[in-house]
């Protein structure tokens, strides 16, 4: 056997592994890679408070993946946290903003930029959002990141529906946006009947709500049957929409293990 029948073999005997760790922040362990979606792991931001503990600081992470520049995505305090050389990619123009506070192993990518990561490879993707921040309006496109290994996944990042979703297809899994942290979701989100909608599109054999159920308003309360809304919502909606779709809600901090697609565990 050569060696990259060699690699192959042992890429396709992996375990991907999905950790939630709430809101839009993911633990992926690819192919040896562990990458970390939007960390934002503080128990208040801004007007936000976590409904539920904080969770451990991830170590050992090969590189964050922030899809846009909004607080709640890009948490500077959060990003602290993490190893002073974790490798951060961020949209082109939000390389300036984390230079001024220090972070210095960057990659700044626009769509269809790719960056790899040990064995995986990881493509910026479109998203249907408006990435700016704040009154400053630090400019930068909102992302979502396709990661290819052994697996196809796709995080959504903030997004609506487009169009070129379907060029994403086919995937093995799919982290789909499906709610806020508000009474009404704006312009520029997936709610659970369009993320169910965009499953017809990326068709991926499995997905997993995220964005839904982990903050709140510090001036509002919220029944725990409203925190677990959308993503029932969403699983329903989904099994009419797209049947052939393994939708698996996760809660704050689950755990899902995928070998070639099909879960072996929770």
Known sequence: MDEEAARCVRLCCRVLTITWLGHSTVLLEVDGARLLTDPVLRRRVAVLRRVDDEPAVPHGIDAVLLSHLHYDHLDLPSLRRLDAHTRVVVPAGGGALLRRRGFRTLSEVDVGDEVDVGDVRVRATHAEHDGRRGRLLTRGPALGYLVTGSTRVYFAGDTDLFDGMSALAPLDVALLPVGGWGPRLPPGHLDPRRAAEALTLLRP???????????????????????????EEFAQRAAEVAPHVDVRVLPVGGRLELRNAVGVGA
């Open 205 to 231: 054999r499995v997905a997993v709500p995220i964005h839904w159920g982990t903050y709140r308003r510090i001036d509002r309360r919220q029944e725990p049957e409203a925190r677990d809304a959308p993503a």
